[in-house]
């Protein structure tokens, strides 16, 4: 079981360009969450996904960011027109779902803009 | 929604002693308080974890102690070494898969030889 891969490890964007990252979640994991940590700082939370279907948004900065589950392929969450203040960890967790939330955290990406 | 408090931010032990780091939460209906571990520049890993039936969950040199009614859970490292230098963040949620986990701001904790 190779646990819960991310990528890019590291990501480096100029203001104003798009920055995807993927997460692929543990197997037999069908829960997908996302956290950012800004340096020295603790760990929020963004969103949280299913298969095909967000259900809870209530982290995510409602402009440029966004986030998806397709049925097929990894999570993923893209930000649009970076600026510098997106420069942070962006950690992917998954969990097995129903009757828990045990999450497992991926080796997260980090992302800088210049 | 939830909000966890996490003392103290920075705690420093000498090696061989214990070190307890607290946590409190607003959230009544929260069951599930699990603790992290952080070292620098790698992923949080799940160290411990208790559910609200339970005060009290023992594993090797680390305990978390539960105390619903007031709503604060507290971790214990007893023994401390050189590597349990890191940072370590409390958490909780209502479980179930419902929802994401709620973490406290971390305590960097050092351990001088």
């Known amino acids: 079981n190779a646990g819960v891969m991310q990528n890019p490890r590291h990501l480096v964007r100029r203001r104003g360009q798009e920055a995807r990252l993927r997460c692929s979640p543990m197997?037999?994991?069908?829960?997908v969450y996302w956290y950012r940590q800004l340096p020295e700082e603790g760990l929020k939370f963004m969103v949280y996904?299913?298969?095909?279907?967000?259900?809870?948004e209530s982290g995510m900065p409602k402009e440029r960011f966004s986030a998806e589950f397709p049925k097929e392929g990894p999570s993923i969450l893209r930000i649009q027109q970076v600026v510098r203040g997106d420069s942070a960890a962006y950690f992917c967790?998954?969990?097995?779902?129903?009757?828990?939330?045990?999450?497992?955290f991926g080796a997260g990406s980090r992302l800088t803009v210049l | 929604g939830e909000n966890v408090e996490q003392h103290p931010s920075t705690l420093s032990v000498q090696e061989g002693d214990s070190a307890v780091i607290k946590c409190t939460y607003s959230?009544?209906?929260?069951?599930?308080f699990p603790w992290y571990k952080q070292e620098l520049g790698k992923r949080p890993q799940l160290i411990i974890d208790?559910?609200?039936?339970?005060g009290e969950k023992k594993d090797q040199r680390i305990a978390v102690t539960l105390n619903k009614t007031a709503k604060h859970f507290s971790l214990h490292i007893t023994e401390t070494q050189p590597e349990d230098s890191a940072v370590y963040f409390c958490?909780?949620?209502?479980?179930?898969?419902?929802?994401?986990?709620?973490f406290g701001k971390g305590t960097h904790l050092i351990i001088q030889p």
């Open positions: 967790a998954s969990s097995p779902g129903t009757g828990t939330n045990v999450l497992t």
């Open positions: 197997k037999g994991h069908s829960h």
């Open positions: 996904l299913q298969k095909e279907n967000i259900i809870d």
């Open positions: 959230d009544s209906a929260s069951n599930y």
């Open positions: 208790i559910r609200s039936n339970v």
């Open positions: 958490a909780a949620s209502r479980g179930g898969g419902a929802d994401g986990l709620t």
